[in-house]
């Protein structure tokens, strides 16, 4: 994600092209305000990401883990492949219902 920057009068008049930009280019937009602190428009989807980041992150054990699980991802280690259906039942997610219809009880 790399960073454009521009002034509040230009972000002002161009809000929806801007907020368009950010979404698709997924690029924040400092917006400098005269007098103020600037400030950053970014994707919704983005601004969630970074922070489940860094409630990820903040605990360094956790953080730890988490980069040895990424290395031995990376490295083929420790893996293993599950269906969807055993994915739901390992982690105890709700069966999705099927759209169009109701479920057969």
Do not use: F, Q
Not at 13 to 41: F, M, P, Q, T, Y
Not at 81 to 86: D, E, I, N, T
């Amino acid at each position: 994600m790399s960073t454009l920057a521009t002034t509040y009068t230009r972000a002002r008049a161009a809000l929806a092209a801007l907020c368009d930009e950010v979404i698709e280019s997924r690029d924040a937009v400092i917006i400098r305000r005269r007098g103020k602190e600037d400030v950053a428009l970014i994707a919704a989807t983005e601004l969630r990401s970074l922070l489940e980041t860094a409630h990820l992150t903040a605990s360094p054990a956790n953080a730890r883990r988490l980069t040895r699980a990424l290395r031995d991802a990376k490295a083929g280690r420790n893996m293993t492949r599950l269906s969807a259906g055993a994915l739901r039942t390992w982690s105890a997610l709700p069966v999705p219902e099927k759209r169009g219809g109701r479920r057969k009880p």
